[in-house]
């Protein structure tokens, strides 16, 4: 089970005074030092946290992987072309919005054509593309009618319910069942915590998880390196079977 740390909100701390720290090249050191096995960052149309000489500067010095998020604007795919990240995923953007708020609408037409086509750039320069989608089986279905290698399940629903009741992770253990027989590699990600990880990270078809906030809020108390090591930890136990010691 890979864990991609997501340092968005290391650089959304240092936008808040529009100065040069905390440093997400740095964060992103302290994170592979600690067991990560990539590092997230999304580039938004509208610069709120990431910026793009930071996407610069870790396609340089990132020593795992660099996967960048971003949608699927023609001034952000151009950034995404000429750095070349290891991983691009696109993603649904709204400037209203806190955090992205769902999966990739897809349902045929125009939109998905675009899409398509964005993949298929992407995918020319070398560039491995997954597709970050809710967890259903028509949107995995359109997703590997478009060329993706892979699909990100967004688990917001689970999130926000796994402790009422089990249906949302239900729904992404058959999501991720359908993804697996597609012959598309299947990803994780949204609202996963230290509490609600480890049944995402034991479902056997699920091979990369992206975790940022929590990983990020918890820093503030634990440090960046011990923070993601407590999540390494409990991932790594998930995907064994077994409980944390």
């Known amino acids: 089970m890979r864990l991609y740390v997501n340092i968005d909100h290391v650089a959304t701390l240092r936008q808040v005074r529009r100065t040069d720290e905390p440093d997400p090249v740095r964060a992103a050191a302290d994170a592979e030092r600690a067991g990560a096995d990539g590092i997230t960052v999304h580039l938004r149309e509208d610069r709120r946290h990431i910026q793009d000489a930071d996407v610069r500067r870790l396609t340089q010095s990132v020593r795992t992987v660099l996967n960048l998020e971003l949608g699927a604007h023609p001034d952000i795919v151009r950034i995404a072309l000429r750095l070349r990240p290891f991983q691009a995923t696109l993603v649904p953007e709204r400037r209203q919005e806190i955090t992205t708020e769902g999966g990739l609408a897809l349902h045929g037409g125009a939109r998905d054509r675009r899409i398509a086509a964005t993949v298929g750039r992407l995918a020319d320069a070398g560039i491995r593309v997954s597709l970050f989608i809710d967890p259903s089986p028509r ?70 998880l992206n975790i940022g906030h929590s990983i990020v809020s918890n820093a503030v108390y634990w440090g960046l390196e011990e923070a993601v090591r407590r999540m390494r930890h409990l991932v790594d136990a998930a995907a064994a079977g077994k409980s944390p010691g």
Do not use: F, S
């Open 139 to 208: 949107a995995i279905d359109h997703a590997a009618a478009l060329g993706a290698a892979a699909v990100e399940l967004h688990t917001g629903r689970y999130a926000h319910t796994w402790k009422r009741n089990g249906r949302a992770l239900a729904a992404v253990g058959r999501a991720a069942r359908h993804a697996a027989a597609r012959g598309l590699a299947v990803h994780a990600g949204h609202g996963l915590t230290y509490q609600n990880v480890q049944p995402v990270a034991a479902t056997p078809e699920i091979e990369e």
